[in-house]
C-alpha cells in the first residue's frame, strides 16, 4: 500500500508553524517508512542518566533525585509489604527487609551476616549444564507465570526462590534462562518448559555420559521439597548445545480450555474451528499490545478441536468438553478471545462464518468490542522442540526480561553447527525419577481429591433443586447456565452481533500514536 503525501510548506508566510511543520515531517517519515516496509520496534530508552551526565547535575539537583527515589523506594516497599504472604514475611531476606525495630534489625543482619559466610557456596569451582526443566503448576492461586514489580506470588518467583536456595542456580541473571509459554493469571500448565543452566557433578566433557546422567543431582527432587505442592517438576533433560532454547527453538506450543456443555451447540463451535486452522493475521482474536512493540499479528495456527473429556457422556449440560489449539506462537490473550467467539457461536448468537469475517483484515482492521474468555480453564498441555537449535554462541542474547513467547513469533539466530557440528540431535530424553513421580501423583490426587468432592457436593445440591423445579413448575425449559462463568461480562438485555458493535482502534493508528509518543521508532 502506497501513501502520497504533499505537504505544503510556508514557513515565511506563517501559513504554518515550526513545530506544525516537523509533526507534518516526522508523520511523512513514518508513512514513507510503514510503506516501505521498514520494522517497527519498541524505544527501549535508557533508564536513569549515565554517569557523565549526573556529575554535571548541582547539589541542589542531586538531593531532589536522591529524595525521589527514596519517595519511589517507599511506596514499592508498602506495596510490596501488601502483596507478601505469610510464608514470604517468615523469610530472612523479607523480615529484616520490614524489621521495624533498628536493634533487631542490627542484630538479624549480624546473625543472616554470619550465617551467609557459613554457607556461602563456591561457584568458581561449580561444573554447569544446560537442560530442560519440565514444570507442572496449577495457577489459580497465582498472579501468572512471569516475575513481577509488585508481587511475589507468581510461578517464577517460586521457582527462583527453590533454585537458589538448593544452589543450583547463582542467580537468575547467570543462568541463561528461558521459558516456553507465558502464562497470565490464573491460567495452569501441565508442560511449561524452561532451558536453564544448572549446577552439575560432572565436568562438561563426561556430562552427557550415561552413568553421569544417572548419578547427576536429583534435580527434581531437590526442587519439589522446597517448592509448593501445586508447583512441581516432572523431568529434566540433558542438552547437547549450550544455547538451545525452551523459547526460541519451540515450534509447537498445545493448549487445553475446558469447559463444561451447557447450551452448547458443539457441532457448531467444531466447524467455527475449522475455520480457524491458517496462517493468518489474528489481531482481532487477541489483545493487542503496541506499546510493547508487538506489530506483527501474523500466526500459524496449526489445528483446533473441540473433543470431550470423557468417552462416556450424559448428554446433559454437565459433560465436560475442552478446545485443544496448536500454534508456532500465540498473542497475548489470543486462546480466550478465540473461546469467547466459540461459546457465542455455541449459543447460536454466531454463525460460524464469523471466524472468517474477523480473519478478514481487510474488510475488518478493527476488532469489535468484546471480553475474552476467563484464563481459569486454560492449560498449557503440551510443547514441541525442534532437534537441533537454530542458536549460535555468537547469537546476541538479551535474556528472558520482556520476553513472552506468545507474543512473538519464534527468532533464528544463526548457523548451530558451531556448537553440534555433527547430525546428531541437540535434544536427549527426558529423565524421570519412580519417587519423584510417585510423590507428585500423590499431591495431584489430594489436589483432585479436595476438588472433586467440592464438586459432587455442588453436583448434589444442583440435582435436588432440579428436582424440586420440575415437580413444582414444570419449567418448558431447562436451566444451563453452566456457560455464564466462563462469559467474564455483564449479560446484556439484548444481543449485539459482533460485526455491529462498537469498534476498537485499529493497528495503524495505534502504531502512529506510540510514535508521536516516541514509544515506538521507525527502523
Not at 542518566?49 to 542531586?62: D, G, N, Y
Not at 489459580?140 to 542456580?169: P, V
Not at 566433557?205 to 547427576?216: C, G, H, V
Not at 558451531?418 to 499431591?443: G, H
Request: aromatic share 8%.
Amino acid at each position: 500500500m502506497r501513501f502520497l503525501i504533499i505537504i505544503r510548506l510556508s514557513i515565511s508566510n506563517s501559513h504554518i508553524t515550526r513545530a506544525s511543520a516537523l509533526f507534518c515531517l516526522h508523520f511523512l517519515i513514518f508513512k514513507m517508512s510503514t510503506a516501505s516496509n521498514k520494522k517497527v520496534v519498541i524505544n527501549k530508552r535508557v533508564k536513569g542518566l549515565p554517569r557523565e551526565a549526573l556529575e554535571k547535575l548541582s547539589q541542589t539537583e542531586l538531593i531532589d533525585k536522591i529524595v525521589q527515589l527514596e519517595a519511589y523506594n517507599f511506596q514499592l516497599r508498602n506495596l510490596l509489604q501488601k502483596k507478601l504472604t505469610d510464608q514470604d514475611k517468615d523469610n530472612e531476606e523479607y523480615a529484616l527487609l520490614f524489621a521495624k525495630d533498628t536493634d533487631a534489625t542490627v542484630s538479624k543482619d549480624a546473625k543472616i551476616s554470619s550465617r551467609q559466610q557459613q554457607r556461602k557456596f563456591d561457584w568458581s569451582n561449580a561444573h554447569r549444564r544446560h537442560v530442560l526443566l519440565k514444570v507442572s503448576y496449577f495457577g489459580w492461586d497465582y498472579q501468572g507465570l512471569a516475575c513481577q514489580e509488585d508481587s511475589n506470588d507468581t510461578i517464577e518467583s517460586h521457582l527462583f526462590r527453590a533454585l537458589t536456595r538448593t544452589c543450583l542456580i547463582e542467580s537468575r541473571a547467570t543462568s541463561n534462562y528461558h521459558r516456553c509459554g507465558r502464562t497470565d493469571k490464573e491460567v495452569s500448565a501441565f508442560c511449561q518448559v524452561i532451558s536453564i543452566d544448572l549446577r552439575s557433578k560432572h565436568p562438561p566433557e563426561s556430562q552427557l555420559d550415561a552413568t553421569s546422567i544417572s548419578s547427576e543431582i536429583d534435580y527434581c527432587g531437590l526442587l519439589n521439597r522446597v517448592l509448593p505442592k501445586n508447583i512441581q517438576c516432572v523431568a529434566w533433560m540433558p542438552l547437547r548445545s549450550p544455547v538451545y532454547s525452551a523459547r526460541f527453538d519451540c515450534v509447537a506450543r498445545t493448549y487445553r480450555y475446558y469447559f463444561p456443555k451447557g447450551d452448547l451447540d458443539i457441532p457448531a463451535m467444531q466447524e467455527a474451528c475449522n475455520h480457524l486452522v491458517r496462517h493468518a493475521d489474528f489481531r482481532n482474536f487477541c489483545k493487542m499490545d503496541v506499546h510493547n512493540g508487538v506489530t506483527n499479528y501474523t500466526r500459524n495456527l496449526q489445528s483446533a478441536r473441540v473433543e470431550a473429556c470423557e468417552e462416556t457422556l450424559t448428554d446433559s449440560g454437565y459433560d465436560m468438553y475442552y478446545l485443544e489449539i496448536q500454534a508456532n506462537a500465540f498473542l497475548w490473550h489470543q486462546i480466550r478471545c478465540i473461546m469467547a467467539v466459540l461459546i457465542l457461536v455455541g449459543q447460536k448468537k454466531e454463525k460460524p462464518s464469523v471466524v472468517t469475517d474477523l480473519l478478514d483484515v481487510e474488510v475488518n482492521p478493527c476488532k469489535p468490542q468484546y471480553t475474552p474468555a476467563i484464563g481459569l480453564p486454560l492449560n498449557l498441555f503440551r510443547c514441541d522442540f525442534r532437534d537441533k537449535t537454530t542458536r549460535s554462541v555468537t547469537h546476541p542474547d538479551a535474556g528472558d526480561a520482556g520476553d513472552d513467547a506468545m507474543d512473538t513469533e519464534p527468532e533464528v539466530g544463526g548457523d548451530s553447527n558451531a556448537e553440534n557440528p555433527s547430525k546428531e540431535s541437540d535434544v536427549t530424553e527426558w529423565v524421570y525419577n519412580e519417587e519423584n513421580l510417585q510423590k507428585l501423583i500423590e499431591n495431584t490426587q489430594c489436589e483432585w481429591a479436595q476438588f472433586s468432592v467440592k464438586s459432587t457436593m455442588i453436583r448434589n445440591v444442583l440435582h435436588q433443586l432440579e428436582n424440586v423445579l420440575e415437580d413444582n413448575f414444570k419449567p418448558a425449559e431447562k436451566v444451563q447456565a453452566q456457560v455464564i462463568l466462563l462469559q467474564d461480562s455483564v449479560k446484556p438485555r439484548q444481543y449485539q452481533p459482533l460485526l455491529e458493535r462498537k469498534r476498537c482502534e485499529s493497528l495503524e493508528n495505534r502504531i502512529e500514536h506510540f510514535v508521536k509518543k516516541q514509544r515506538l521508532i521507525v527502523k
